[in-house]
């Protein structure tokens, strides 16, 4: 099987997450062409974003991972134009994002909903809380009391399940057999 990953994270939460998927993907033994999104943009006149690299159009993907930020509530704007831009060869995609623990929002619907008008079907997804990118821990609800150690170990954990429910669902058309 041959998956595509695309993130974006500007302080790293995300390319965290990002590089775990990615080691658990090769140690199934499985292909992954990786962009970080931040890679693909050129900058005009300090206001125009271009993105001068997409995604070969023909690759064949089994499925494409996208991964990003929540920004107040939503889809980073630089995330959402890439979607729609995007021409892809794939049926299925699965979203990951990553927020403050503030609010997880609604961007994976938003990525979900982009998609699914270019005929690209959403199967699985899972938000996760991280540190906020400038609220300090003290300033927001604290989600859980888990030292550092045991939080990296759990999130490892939850990304392995979570990549065994997407090949799962990939394998019976979006269905869990459970
Ligand atoms: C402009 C901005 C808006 C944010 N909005 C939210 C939000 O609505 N809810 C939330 O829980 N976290 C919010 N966050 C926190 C980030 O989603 C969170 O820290 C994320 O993990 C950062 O990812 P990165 O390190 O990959 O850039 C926001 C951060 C920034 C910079």
Known sequence: MRFLLVYFSPTGNTRKISNHLI??????GYE???????????IIDKKEIIFKKLVAEYMEYDLAFFA?????LQIPNLMRDYLKKLSINCKNASFISTYGKVAKGYGIDQAAYI????????????????EHSYLKEKDVNQINSLDLKERQAKIEEEIRDFF?????RLKNNGKLQK
């Open 115 to 130: 998609l699914s008008k270019k005929s690209i079907i959403p199967i699985s997804s899972l938000a996760i809380p991280m």
């Open 23 to 28: 080691d658990i993907i090769k140690a199934r």
């Open 68 to 72: 990003f930020p929540i920004y107040n």
């Open 32 to 42: 992954v062409d990786i962009f970080n999104l931040s890679d693909c943009i050129e």
């Open 164 to 168: 065994e429910e997407t090949l799962e």
